[in-house]
């Protein structure tokens, strides 16, 4: 059996890690205000300033845990195109903490980050995989996906370079006024980065978070990922133990392989050690 990590949480997180993220920085200037300044001309100055405004409270943020429920397309083997969801619960401690749970259709699958290395654990296929990571969520991100193929669903609000992320390569940017999500009042906002057209909800207010975000990319065919994100909790106090993995009763221990392969983690001969040994 194979297990297709590369899509881990399904390929698509907020703004993908897959982009070159821009990084310039301004003598004197935040990095913040930099990336929103250095985009395209997408927004009227209040609206980046709203943009801006939810980008620093965001990051601002050192300890906080949220919900979302996901919905995304796939395109079956009849060339058909599906709808299937998942729900995701994420728990940050920043600088060098994170986990994040997924659960759905699709979707069984842990990501747990210590400081010192990562663990993707498959709880449908129960096996899980272990590798050694820099001591910030950043970098450790970056380190999974380069390697491994590993794109975490809404990694990129657990980022201290929230506003970089958002701002690169933005064009054709729309406010589109106030609208509610769930009994949330939110500023609307429509814009189209590379081959995707984006929807962002930003609640009102001074807690500005990230409450809605919608993502069409061009087809053929075209395909829709849809996020609700709920419960936030800015006053979390989360213990050590959330971000320490203990493999569960006959959970398999493999290996990642490498991106080139397109497949991670994979079991190989050898590498498996089950009850009694190696097979």
Same mark, same amino acid.
């Given at each position: 059996?194979?297990?297709?990590?590369?899509?881990?949480?399904?390929?698509?997180?907020?703004?993908?890690?897959?982009?070159?993220?821009?990084?310039?920085?301004?003598?004197?200037?935040?990095?913040?205000?930099?990336?929103?300044?250095?985009?395209?001309?997408?927004?009227?100055?209040?609206?980046?300033?709203?943009?801006?405004?939810?980008?620093?409270?965001?990051?601002?943020?050192?300890?906080?845990?949220?919900?979302?429920?996901?919905?995304?397309?796939?395109?079956?083997?009849?060339?058909?195109?599906?709808?299937?969801?998942?729900?995701? $619960?994420?728990?940050?401690?920043? %600088?060098?903490?994170?986990?994040?749970?997924?659960?759905?259709? =699709?979707?069984?699958?842990?990501?747990?980050?210590?400081?010192?290395?990562?663990? =993707?654990?498959?709880?449908? !296929?129960?096996?899980?995989?272990?590798?050694?990571?820099? @001591?910030?969520?950043? $970098?450790? =991100?970056?380190? +999974?996906?380069? $390697?491994?193929?590993?794109?975490? +669903?809404?990694?990129?609000?657990?980022?201290?370079?929230?506003?970089?992320?958002?701002?690169?390569?933005?064009?054709?940017?729309?406010?589109?006024?106030?609208?509610?999500?769930?009994?949330?009042?939110?500023?609307?906002?429509?814009?189209?980065?590379?081959? @995707?057209?984006?929807?962002?909800?930003?609640?009102?207010?001074?807690?500005?978070?990230?409450?809605?975000?919608?993502?069409?990319? $061009?087809?053929?065919?075209?395909?829709?990922?849809?996020?609700?994100?709920?419960?936030?909790?800015?006053? @979390?106090?989360?213990?050590?133990?959330?971000? !320490?993995?203990?493999? %569960?009763?006959?959970?398999?221990?493999?290996?990642?392989?490498?991106?080139?392969?397109?497949?991670?983690?994979?079991?190989?001969?050898?590498?498996?050690?089950?009850?009694?040994?190696?097979?």
């Amino acid at each position: 059996m194979r297990y297709k990590t590369i899509a881990f949480f399904l390929i698509v997180g907020m703004l993908s890690a897959a982009s070159a993220f821009t990084k310039e920085i301004a003598e004197n200037k935040p990095p913040s205000s930099q990336a929103m300044e250095k985009s395209p001309p997408a927004f009227d100055p209040k609206s980046r300033e709203i943009l801006l405004n939810m980008c620093d409270f965001t990051k601002s943020q050192q300890e906080f845990s949220f919900k979302a429920e996901v919905t995304h397309d796939e395109l079956s083997d009849r060339d058909r195109m599906l709808q299937y969801s998942f729900d995701l $619960e994420a728990f940050v401690r920043r %600088p060098d903490k994170l986990r994040v749970n997924g659960d759905g259709d =699709l979707v069984n699958k842990q990501f747990i980050y210590d400081g010192k290395g990562f663990t =993707l654990y498959d709880k449908t !296929a129960n096996v899980y995989a272990v590798s050694d990571a820099p @001591a910030d969520i950043e $970098e450790a =991100l970056d380190k +999974a996906h380069k $390697e491994f193929g590993l794109t975490v +669903a809404l990694a990129d609000l657990t980022s201290a370079k929230l506003c970089e992320h958002v701002a690169g390569r933005i064009s054709n940017g729309v406010y589109a006024g106030i609208h509610m999500v769930r009994g949330v009042p939110t500023h609307h906002f429509a814009f189209d980065k590379d081959n @995707a057209h984006f929807q962002l909800w930003v609640q009102t207010g001074d807690k500005p978070l990230i409450r809605k975000i919608l993502i069409t990319r $061009e087809g053929p065919p075209s395909q829709e990922w849809t996020a609700y994100i709920s419960d936030w909790n800015l006053d @979390a106090r989360l213990d050590d133990n959330l971000f !320490a993995f203990t493999a %569960p009763e006959g959970a398999d221990k493999i290996e990642f392989a490498r991106v080139q392969t397109a497949q991670a983690p994979e079991p190989k001969q050898g590498t498996v050690k089950k009850k009694g040994g190696r097979t």
